[in-house]
């Protein structure tokens, strides 16, 4: 492994860094933060390396790296809650559909014997 290598793979690593925090304040669980950042690193080096394929894999890589920050997995969060109920703007009260009607449920409030 020559020094170019070396910076190069120093340089996706840091440039990884951006993504997999966002991915991370998303939720996302170790294992996939570290698959995530192994694909991305590797896409860089791949495209780096194999300058004919690379006018395919820069928006491969482009799209890789951009997946965090459109939202996508706060989007897939919300999709799987379970049915009837909704997260609340202020994020700790929950909406559940009871007998047709929606409750507030505060999770934090003082409970009635």
Do not use: C, H, N
């Not at 951006?18 to 996302?28: D, E, M, S, W, Y």
């Amino acid at each position: 492994m020559g020094p170019l290598t070396l910076g190069l793979t120093l340089f996706f690593i840091l440039l990884a860094l951006l993504p997999t925090r966002r991915l991370r304040v998303a939720g996302v669980g170790a294992p996939w933060l570290a698959l995530y950042m192994v694909v991305l690193v590797g896409l860089g080096l791949l495209t780096v390396e194999l300058e004919v394929l690379a006018r395919y894999l820069v928006p491969v890589d482009l799209l890789v790296f951009l997946f965090p920050f459109a939202g996508i997995v706060d989007r897939w969060r919300r999709m799987r809650l379970p049915p009837g109920t909704a997260t609340s703007r202020r994020g700790k009260e929950k909406q559940v559909i009871v007998d047709g009607k929606a409750v507030r449920i505060d999770p934090d409030a003082p409970r009635e014997p």
